[in-house]
Nanobody, 121 residues
């Protein structure tokens, strides 16, 4: 079992930066792949970024070059650094974990409750 709690969301202006955090509990965290997803109003949830146990990372094209995912296994934390934010980045952001250590854009076993990010123009 892995429990996930996101934090760090808020209201920012276009061009600003924001860092989301995901606190994980569970003894298997260090071997899990972790993903960040987001869901905007009226839209389906979409993959944003993922990181494997070996720190391999993968990004959606829409955030590549602006967002950076990282993890600190000693602290059971995963971060999403978001730079040059745009109004279209507005969404609820979710942290997810999968028991398989390989990054996936779809299949995750555990989910957090989400944190709201709003970017004003």
């Amino acid at each position: 079992q892995v429990q996930l709690v996101e934090s760090g969301g808020g209201l920012v202006q276009a061009g600003d930066s924001l860092t989301l955090s995901c606190a994980a509990s569970g003894r298997t965290f260090s071997t899990c792949a972790i993903g960040w997803f987001r869901q905007a109003p009226g839209k389906e949830r979409e993959f944003v970024a993922g990181i494997g146990w070996s720190t391999y990372t993968y990004y959606a094209d829409s955030v590549k070059g602006r967002f950076t995912i990282s993890r600190d296994n000693a602290k059971n934390m995963v971060y999403l650094q978001m730079n040059s934010l745009k109004p279209e980045d507005t969404a609820i952001y979710y942290c997810a974990a999968r028991v398989d250590s390989v990054v996936s854009t779809t299949a995750y076993d555990y989910w957090g409750q989400g944190t709201q990010v709003t970017v004003s123009s």
